[in-house]
């Protein structure tokens, strides 16, 4: 049972486009919600976090959106680099069990010139 | 300040051996967790622990023991290895705080193959 949901595996944007990656939740009890970024052979990356009393959170090109009534949330990359290449997973927790992080499956992003 | 430091970076296990993946970090954390990750799968927890003698199970702990006698240190045992755990393992740890605001500090991981 995948709790949280990244159906696109991979999103191919031209560079200075917009970039938007997608993620859907089953637990309504999730509270918090965190984007990561992975290179290859490398640890994953925090990028941007969000928690359920907000519905939005920037941070430079960044930005998180949270629709709770859909359980969806999205991050946009504005605008894309070739740098930005990289998987991006979605994970989330609740408030009751915060570390005990869920990861969706990450989708490929690929900024091409 | 080296972060999150995993050892081995590469390992190969023949079935039914044991082994201990190691984790420290030099950061002060008082939470940390140990993920696998596998194609198609995203990272799934193992464990994670909120502090020095506190443990507890993720979503895929079966096969796999931690112990946390102090802050720095997460090491990840492997009972009796099989083929399914071939996976790369990462190690993450973050400071006290809002999850929201700090996020977790991951190692670089520990790609180990089961034959």
């Known amino acids: 049972d995948q709790q949280v949901k990244q159906n696109s595996p991979s999103l191919s944007v031209q560079e200075g486009r917009i970039s938007i990656l997608n993620c859907d939740y089953t637990n309504s009890m999730f509270d918090y919600f965190l984007w990561y970024k992975k290179y290859p052979a490398e640890g994953p990356t925090f990028l941007i976090s969000i928690s359920s009393i907000k519905d939005k959170n920037e941070d430079g090109r960044f930005t998180v959106f949270l629709n709770k009534s859909a359980k969806h949330l999205s991050l946009h990359i504005v605008p894309s680099q070739p740098g930005d290449s990289a998987v991006y997973f979605c994970?989330?927790?609740?408030?009751?069990?915060?570390?005990?992080?869920?990861f969706g499956t990450g989708t490929r992003l690929q900024v091409f010139p | 300040n080296a972060g999150v430091t995993q050892t081995p970076k590469f390992q190969v296990l023949k079935t039914g051996q044991s082994m201990t993946l190691q984790c420290a970090q030099d950061?002060?954390?008082?939470?940390m967790s140990w993920y696998r990750q596998d194609p198609g799968m995203g990272l799934r927890l193992i464990h994670y622990?909120?502090?020095?003698?506190?443990?507890d199970q993720g979503e895929v702990p079966n096969g796999y023991n931690v112990s946390r006698s102090t802050t720095e240190d997460f090491p990840l045992r492997l009972l009796s290895a099989a083929p399914s755990q071939t996976s790369v393992y990462f190690c993450?740890?973050?400071?006290?705080?809002?999850?929201?605001?700090?996020?977790?500090?991951f190692g670089s991981g520990t790609r180990l193959t089961v034959v």
């Open positions: 622990s909120v502090g020095a003698g506190i443990t």
């Open positions: 993450a740890s973050r400071r006290t705080g809002s999850l929201a605001n700090y996020g977790y500090t």
């Open positions: 950061m002060n954390h008082e939470y």
């Open positions: 994970a989330a927790s609740s408030s009751y069990n915060t570390d005990k992080l869920i």
